[in-house]
């Protein structure tokens, strides 16, 4: 039993550092004005964006932190700066800009690809807390496969609560209507830039005691 307190443990912490409740309204205010098909489409490569970059670091993150030469404190830092540098747009109103008419299909479909990617995949699901995670699981594992197997489940499984989550969730955010998500954006911009701001300052921390 206590064996299996410690994998559901990883299950558990990983998911709650993913945190797919609290980004829900993210992706919600960073989808508003999308087609349902496009919103959709975002969730999907949002989601596998998530498990490939935590799969990628568990196998193989502590040897690209090593050919590479920089830490997780430089991996927060950039983190942190993707992030304000998209809340400066929410603030703006830019996020709600794209309109899907045939016209402006083209835009609207880069738009799209990169919403799913940065910063929905990386760092708001995907960030450098889920990241480190997994690899301290995986690297702390020892000769205990079975904490390696548990590591790779629980990305499993946060990814599938996470698609879970965003896709039911959105019927009930966007009751709110097109002005309470563009009220709803310029806050959350707020917030995110803060925490944009947080991600730098924990890099910042990390990095100086080394130079």
Known sequence: ??????????????FAIVDPVGTLPFFVALTEGFSEADRQIVLR???IVLGSVLALFALLGRFLFAVFGFTLG?????????LFLVAFDMLQGEVTRTKFTL??????AARRDEVAVVPLGIPLLAGPGAISTVMIYEGSAGSDPWIVVATYVAILVTAAATFVILRLGQPILRRMGRIGVMAMTRVLGLIL????VQFVLNGVAAVLPHL
């Open 45 to 47: 490569r949002a989601v």
């Open 103 to 108: 016209q402006d299909r083209d835009a609207a």
């Open 74 to 82: 430089a991996f927060e830092i950039a983190g942190g700066i993707i």
């Open 1 to 14: 039993m206590s064996d299996l307190a410690v994998y559901a443990a990883v299950v558990v912490t990983l």
């Open 193 to 196: 830039a803060a925490l944009g």
